[in-house]
């Protein structure tokens, strides 16, 4: 049993800043790629990080230059540290990992909410 949890969400106000942290924990071999999707109201779910074992990294156009993203291997975590936030970025935030435990399969947190409001 492999299991994500987020933590970090919240409500900020514009320009402001928040870091979600995503813990992997379970009978866990290995942590392959982990990253981050979001999904607003009305909308399609969408890629917004993701870091790969070795550390390459591949961000959205919409992000690019206000959000980081970064792994802790040891600890099988992953973060997003998003500054500059815009109403846009008001989302539910979803971790995801590809996880080998007999095989490689990818899973899910739960879900964060970030809201960038006044």
């Known amino acids: 049993q492999v299991q994500l949890v987020e933590s970090g969400g919240g409500l900020v106000l514009p320009g402001g800043s928040l870091r979600l942290s995503c813990a992997a924990s379970g009978s866990i071999f290995t942590v392959y790629a982990m990253g981050w999707h979001r999904q607003a109201p009305g909308k399609q779910r969408e890629l917004v990080a993701f870091i790969s074992r070795g550390g390459s990294t591949n961000l959205a156009d919409s992000v690019k230059g206000r959000f980081t993203i970064s792994r802790d291997n040891a600890k099988n975590t992953v973060y997003l540290q998003m500054n500059s936030l815009k109403p846009e970025d008001t989302a539910v935030y979803y971790c995801?990992?590809?996880?080998?435990?007999?095989?490689?399969?990818?899973?899910w947190g739960q879900g964060t909410q970030v809201t960038v409001s006044s």
């Open positions: 995801y990992a590809d996880v080998y435990v007999t095989t490689t399969m990818g899973y």
